[in-house]
């Protein structure tokens, strides 16, 4: 099969860049990193067991020059049935990348379509390329979305230019992306992973709990009518005051020094 892997650690490349953050790297360069079944599998086993991991404190997904990932691996599921669809289970393992608690950020070069783009809506801070490109054209194949898309997209830029997505299946630039709110930061296209590494090791040295709390925050609190969602910022707030990074990093502000976090 064109661009098949030959196991699971060949699809997926991890690197430590520096402490604290692990690196990911899509490699299916012959199909555009597009996602078959060994790099999905591979991608939600080691996203949760980072999780997991004290080591880590902050994940960078990327992919190569050319793209990001340029969508699903469409031979793998062409001529599936809906119970055939069931018993792959994309689904379980889309939802450990998306309960992965700690911060995530998606490098982007070239094609985001499809399952890409999918998987950077996945990511909590999205730093792409300006020659990169975003969309979700299932609609083409006759399908959609299906691991979150029309979600996540409706909840990213809003509900009319999410249908304009969706329903004719047009790819954006990253420029139009990043007016859309759908991009973090724009770099040039051969400063993305260094851009993206660079505000990955300045979050791996703020305090790994408070980040978590952050990011649940954020992503439960958007489903939750507003005064519920604040109580569940002041529940978290609090909970932080029982960390002994919150007291270090209070007692560095006094002392006017930066503070040593220990993820404690």
């Known amino acids: 099969m064109r661009g098949r892997c ?4 060949d699809c997926l490349i991890e690197e430590r860049p520096e402490e604290g953050v692990l690196l ?3 490699n299916r360069p012959q199909a555009r990193n597009a996602l078959n079944t060994e790099l999905r599998v591979a ?3 080691t996203l949760r067991s980072a999780a997991n991991d004290g080591s880590t404190r902050v ?3 990327t992919g190569d020059a050319t793209a990001f990932a340029a969508g699903a691996d469409i031979t793998v599921v062409a001529d599936e049935t809906p119970m055939g669809m069931h018993r792959l289970a994309f689904h379980k393992l889309w939802q450990d990348v998306a309960d992965f608690p700690k911060p995530l950020i998606a490098a982007v070069n070239g094609y985001a379509l499809g399952g890409g783009c999918e998987l ?3 990511a909590d801070i999205i730093v792409a390329g300006k020659g990169a490109s975003f ?3 299932e609609v083409k194949l006759g399908i959609m979305p299906g691991a979150g898309g029309t979600q996540r997209l409706v909840r990213a830029v809003g509900k009319y230019r999410a249908f ?3 329903m004719t299946g047009d790819i954006i630039d990253a420029e139009k992306a990043a007016d859309w709110g759908l991009v973090s930061e724009l770099a040039e296209d051969g400063e993305v992973l260094a851009t993206a590494l660079k505000m990955a090791g300045k979050i791996a040295r703020l305090p790994p709990f408070a980040l978590e709390h952050i990011k649940e925050t954020v992503l439960l609190g958007a489903d939750l009518p507003l005064q519920s969602a604040i109580a569940l910022e002041r529940k978290s707030y609090h909970m932080l005051f029982d960390t002994a990074d919150q007291k270090e990093g209070m007692k ?3 002392e006017k020094r930066k503070p040593d976090f220990k993820g404690e």
Do not use: D, I, N, T
């Open 43 to 45: 991608l939600s086993e």
């Open 6 to 9: 030959q196991s699971m650690a």
């Open 24 to 26: 990911l790297r899509l």
């Open 252 to 254: 560095a502000f006094k």
């Open 164 to 166: 304009r997505l969706l």
């Open 135 to 137: 969309g979700l054209p």
């Open 59 to 61: 994940a960078v997904v």
């Open 120 to 122: 950077a809506l996945h």
